[in-house]
């Protein structure tokens, strides 16, 4: 699957508890089909994915429950900040997405909305496995373990 960095400088939305929550096994990019005033809202840097998902339904892939607030100066030809949106991928990687989705379990997490360098937006993907509490508490050991090692290596 293709994969992509982002530069940081254009990213709009980070779900940063994403990989706090889930096992991320796999990501890649996938494009968004917006509408104008949506696009106008993204470049203010106001967008939301935190409890943002993915789904496959009749061959298509959709984000649901993204927030993308309304463009102020659209009045009457605002967009609904909740409604589903397409995402654009490859139709073998929409099997391979769907194929783990059923079979294994998993889920489709975004990562991050930002704009590519031809100034088109584009969204970080994530098939992930969810974590269970005691994932959870390995991986926040982990995280002070290194905060402490780097707190030690700066010191002497």
Same mark, same amino acid.
């Given at each position: 699957?293709?994969?992509?960095?982002?530069?940081?400088?254009?990213? +709009?939305?980070? @779900?940063?508890? %994403?990989?706090? @929550?889930?096992?991320?096994?796999?990501?890649?990019? %996938?494009?968004? +089909?917006?509408?104008?005033?949506?696009?106008?809202?993204? #470049?203010?840097?106001?967008?939301?994915?935190?409890? %943002?998902? %993915?789904?496959?339904? $009749? =061959?298509?892939?959709?984000?649901? @429950?993204?927030?993308?607030?309304?463009?102020? $100066?659209?009045?009457?030809?605002?967009?609904?900040?909740? #409604?589903?949106?397409?995402?654009? +991928?490859?139709?073998?990687?929409? @099997?391979?997405?769907? !194929?783990?989705? $059923? #079979?294994?379990?998993?889920?489709?997490?975004?990562?991050?909305?930002?704009?590519?360098?031809?100034?088109?937006?584009?969204?970080?993907?994530?098939? !992930?496995? =969810?974590?269970?509490?005691?994932?959870?508490?390995?991986?926040?050991?982990?995280?002070?373990?290194?905060?402490?090692?780097?707190?030690?290596?700066?010191? !002497?």
């Amino acid at each position: 699957m293709a994969k992509k960095k982002a530069a940081d400088s254009n990213v +709009v939305a980070e @779900n940063r508890k %994403a990989r706090f @929550n889930y096992e991320i096994i796999e990501t890649l990019e %996938a494009g968004l +089909v917006l509408t104008g005033t949506e696009v106008k809202s993204l #470049r203010e840097g106001k967008a939301s994915i935190a409890e %943002a998902y %993915a789904t496959e339904e $009749q =061959g298509e892939l959709w984000l649901i @429950n993204s927030n993308l607030p309304e463009y102020l $100066q659209a009045n009457r030809f605002n967009h609904n900040p909740k #409604r589903r949106r397409k995402l654009l +991928v490859h139709r073998t990687q929409l @099997n391979k997405l769907a !194929g783990a989705v $059923q #079979r294994e379990g998993m889920t489709l997490v975004p990562l991050k909305i930002y704009f590519d360098d031809r100034g088109m937006a584009k969204m970080e993907l994530a098939v !992930g496995k =969810g974590k269970n509490a005691p994932d959870k508490r390995q991986t926040i050991k982990e995280r002070e373990w290194n905060r402490q090692k780097a707190r030690i290596l700066k010191e !002497g």
